[in-house]
């Protein structure tokens, strides 16, 4: 947490935590913090702040996109039972009104856990045999660094934008009418894609942009991707 933070280098937590243990050792009961900021790593008026960030409660909003998809958007931190339990309560709702696709809009999460990701692991397989499944979109950096780290993107779709990951469920469901196109592209880039292709899991999603129709992406002045070309059905 102070790491995240910025607060503390790694060395320094370590160090404190090895001064923690040798107080235990000896019989005296000392918070990490209280013994970071007597070493002088921290300032207890910095500590006060991250504590009380630390108890800012996770918000879940829960919206509908067109075609009876789910959103569910977080905010805050997502990483005890407290706030498990929050998402959960808010999951298990959209499962008792029959919704199974459900888009996980992470933009407003602070932080989240093996905790928190767990709760999505429960419930996937509710999801999945319905047909459903969650679909995460904006993740912000670090979020995006927790989901590497538990190589969750290998158990979840994540997209960049929402209305890809709204659109990636359409596609599935291989609803008879072909919806139009999402085209996606880098803000920085001369080119537009498929959703699908390689070259737009790669953007950042600081950098993602999506366009609705070939018109719109081409208007941009970008051209059609060489590699997964978005002109050709
Ligand atoms: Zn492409």
Known sequence: MMIRAGLASPEEVEESLAEQERLKGAGVQRRLGEIMVERGIVES???????????????????????????????????????????????????GRGRFEIVVDCSGLNYMNSLGVGVFVERAGELRREGGDFHFCRLP??????????????????????????AAFARRAGASERPEAVLAASRLGRTYHRPECLAVRAIAAYNYVEFHSFREAE???RRPCAKCRPRES
């Open 219 to 221: 208007g941009s002045g």
């Open 45 to 95: 008026g910095d500590l006060a702040r991250l504590l009380s960030r630390q108890r800012e409660k996770l918000r879940v909003d829960v919206g509908e996109a067109p075609g009876g998809v789910a959103i569910l958007e977080l905010f805050g931190a997502l990483d005890d039972e407290n706030t498990r339990a929050v998402l959960d309560g808010a999951l298990a709702g959209l499962l």
């Open 141 to 166: 950096a670090r979020g995006a660094d927790v989901f590497g780290i538990l190589e969750l993107d290998r158990v979840f779709r994540v997209f960049g934008g929402r209305a890809e990951a709204v």
